[in-house]
């Protein structure tokens, strides 16, 4: 397994349009989690999945933000109607449930940029 | 509300020279789990250690280790006989089981 792919590695988009990123997690991780992160910031959390579930939403993801796994396995986030507050690196992380408490492995993020 | 506190948002170190980074938590919570986390440029987020909370032992990791004092809500990680490849930002988190939550990062930069 190659580890936790995220598509498109980049993103430059005008204020106002829809994007929508894809995370990919290591195949046998049933946890499934995005954060966000802005320049000279740490990851905040936005929201966590256990396979198709989500479990948990942060206050950060408003309602222009939509977080999908619709069989368990990749997920995608939807950024509806982009504000240039939007610009960050989007990351996703996976880990898995069993035997306890697992560490979450990082994707290389998405860098999304609203002009 | 989980906190975590990274006060130092630069530090620099001689290449085989020994570096702390402080990192202090505030939680009301007994039991959790403390990371730090690497972030070389341009690269992924690996986890460099990690620490239970129930454990009085300091974790280690080859030249990576920890001090954690639970009663003063701090965990600082010291890395021994630093290398070129250490360059990187490092976060401080903390988690109950699902939700991480991190610092705001030191950067790390080792001088030849």
């Known amino acids: 397994d190659t580890g936790v792919s995220q598509d498109p590695r980049h993103k430059i988009t005008k204020r106002g349009q829809n994007v929508t990123f894809r995370c990919d997690p290591i195949?046998?991780?049933?946890?499934l989690y995005w954060y966000r992160q802005t320049l000279g910031q740490g990851p905040e959390f936005l929201t966590y999945?256990?396979?198709?579930?989500?479990?948990?939403k942060s206050r950060l993801l408003s309602d222009r933000f939509s977080a999908e796994r619709p069989k368990g396995s990749f997920s995608t986030l939807e950024i509806q109607r982009t504000e240039q507050g939007d610009s960050a690196m989007y990351l996703c992380?996976?880990?898995?449930?069993?035997?306890?408490?697992?560490?979450?492995?990082f994707g290389p993020g998405t860098r999304l940029t609203v002009t | 509300a989980q906190t975590v506190t990274q006060s130092q948002p630069e530090m620099s170190v001689q290449e085989a020279e020994t570096v702390t980074l402080s990192c202090t938590y505030d939680?009301?919570?007994?039991?959790?789990?403390l990371f730090w986390y690497k972030q070389p440029p341009s690269r992924q987020m690996i986890l460099v250690i990690r620490?239970?909370?129930?454990?009085?032992q300091n974790a280690t990791e080859n030249r990576f280790s920890v001090n954690f004092q639970k009663a003063a809500k701090s965990f600082s990680l010291k890395i021994s006989d630093s290398q070129l490849g250490d360059t990187a930002m490092y976060f401080c988190?903390?988690?109950?089981?699902?939700?991480?939550?991190f610092g705001t990062g030191t950067s790390l930069t080792v001088i030849p």
């Open positions: 992380a996976s880990s898995t449930s069993l035997g306890g408490f697992s560490e979450q492995y």
């Open positions: 195949s046998e991780h049933n946890r």
């Open positions: 999945f256990q396979n198709e579930a989500q479990l948990e």
């Open positions: 939680t009301s919570e007994n039991n959790y789990y």
């Open positions: 620490q239970e909370a129930y454990k009085q």
């Open positions: 988190a903390f988690s109950m089981g699902t939700q991480f939550y």
